[in-house]
């Protein structure tokens, strides 16, 4: 069985762009959560999607974004990045129901420069 | 607001040693779940071992186990016969348990271990 996949693993952007990134859930997991992890902050709770609906949200400002597709697929975009936003991006999978274990993806390390 | 501590942020042992990692949170939940996760420098997360609040016994999974104690708010982490593999940053988390399932992690700062040869 596939683990949580995301892409790309590596990216630079320069600052004021906007990105996407992206991550693809274990089969049949219908629940996506997005974290970064900064040196600073540790690990933030961004936001979760489960079937394509936005269920929670953390406290990052509207530049911060994500949806989620019919096959459970998520992405998540950051609109005008500021060097702060330079983190690894964790996305992690469940089948959200009780008692149930989050599978991370190895993340994507985003450099804002 | 939860809240999770590790107070230590770094910790090393003696291959074969026992060590302890000690983790302390704050909620006002009855139910909840607590996790250790464990992240290598590949970065991948891996879930270690999972404790659930209304479960009075201690959590064992192989070579670790820990030490929960709901009243103190305590979740310690104790990995017997240390490996050189065990090198990583671990992470405590903590999250509440919904009519919709478990909710989002909240993670503390981390400890990164150490194994000596």
């Known amino acids: 069985k596939a683990g949580v996949t995301q892409t790309p693993r590596y990216l630079i952007k320069t600052r004021g762009q906007q990105v996407t990134l992206s991550c693809s859930p274990i089969s049949g997991h219908r629940s996506v959560s997005w974290y970064q992890q900064t040196p600073g902050q540790g690990l933030q709770f961004l936001f979760e999607?489960?079937?394509?609906?936005?269920?929670n949200k953390g406290n990052f400002p509207g530049r911060f974004s994500g949806r989620q597709f019919s096959n459970s697929r998520s992405e998540m975009n950051v609109s005008t990045l500021e060097l702060g936003d330079s983190a690894l991006y964790l996305c992690a999978s469940s089948l959200r129901e009780m008692n149930t274990e989050a599978f991370f993806g190895q993340g994507t390390r985003l450099t804002v420069v | 607001a939860q809240t999770v501590t590790q107070s230590q942020p770094e910790m090393s042992v003696q291959e074969a040693e026992t060590v302890t990692l000690s983790c302390t949170y704050d909620?006002?939940?009855?139910?909840?779940?607590l996790f250790w996760y464990k992240q290598p420098p590949s970065r991948q997360m891996i879930l270690v071992i999972r404790?659930?609040?209304?479960?009075?016994q201690n959590a064992t999974e192989n070579r670790f186990s820990v030490n929960f104690q709901k009243a103190a708010k305590s979740f310690s982490l104790k990995i017997s016969d240390s490996q050189l593999g065990d090198a990583a940053m671990y992470f405590c988390a903590y999250s509440v348990e919904s009519n919709f399932g478990n909710e989002k992690l909240t993670f503390g700062t981390g400890t990164r271990l150490t194994i000596i040869p």
């Open positions: 909620t006002s939940e009855s139910d909840y779940y």
């Open positions: 999607y489960f079937s394509e609906t936005q269920r």
């Open positions: 404790q659930e609040a209304y479960k009075q």
